[in-house]
């Protein structure tokens, strides 16, 4: 019943009184790409940490607004790249600001992206200055599609 609470006010709420939403529907159904690109925490553990962009999307992106051209969004289409603890952060530095062993923030930052993944580095782009909108589309299954098929249609 804690679910089904939390769904209904942590989910549900924050969209029933909005007037930009005609309805909701709900999906059991769920990809792991989110709206940064980058799979999360729960993503498969070979696809933990992978930057993900459609054919020519950032292209698109670089036309459809006039902040950051496309030379910018390889930037940070980079930034968000998997890659080892080691190359995402200088622990010389960071031991410099907070007087700790590097070796060892290195090793404890590690296990907590890599191993624990309670944290992911992820660069996010900010759509409302980029003066975008984010749409998301719901679409109805009914319920003897199988799970397979459904995530085909999702897809």
């Given at each position: 019943m804690r679910v089904l609470d939390n769904l209904l006010t942590s989910v549900i709420d924050l969209w029933k009184n909005n007037p930009e939403i005609e309805f909701v529907h709900l999906c059991s159904i769920r990809r792991d790409v989110r709206e940064s690109h980058v799979n999360m925490w729960d993503a498969p553990k070979d696809a933990y940490r992978k930057a993900f962009w459609g054919d020519m999307q950032l292209e698109k992106l670089s036309k459809i607004q006039d902040k950051m051209d496309l030379n910018d969004l390889n930037i940070f289409e980079?930034?968000?790249?998997?890659?080892?603890?080691?190359?995402?952060?200088?622990?010389?530095?960071?031991?410099?600001?907070?007087?700790?062993?590097?070796?060892?923030?290195?090793?404890?930052?590690?296990?907590?992206?890599?191993?624990?993944?309670?944290?992911?580095?992820?660069?996010?782009?900010?759509?409302?200055?980029?003066?975008l909108t984010n749409h998301m589309f719901v679409i109805r299954i009914f319920q003897n599609i199988p799970s397979y098929r459904k995530t085909q249609i999702v897809d």
């Open positions: 980079a930034l968000n790249a998997e890659r080892p603890v080691e190359d995402l952060f200088d622990f010389d530095v960071l031991s410099n600001i907070s007087g700790l062993d590097p070796k060892a923030m290195l090793e404890d930052i590690k296990e907590i992206i890599e191993e624990k993944r309670i944290l992911v580095p992820v660069f996010f782009l900010n759509f409302m200055k980029l003066n």
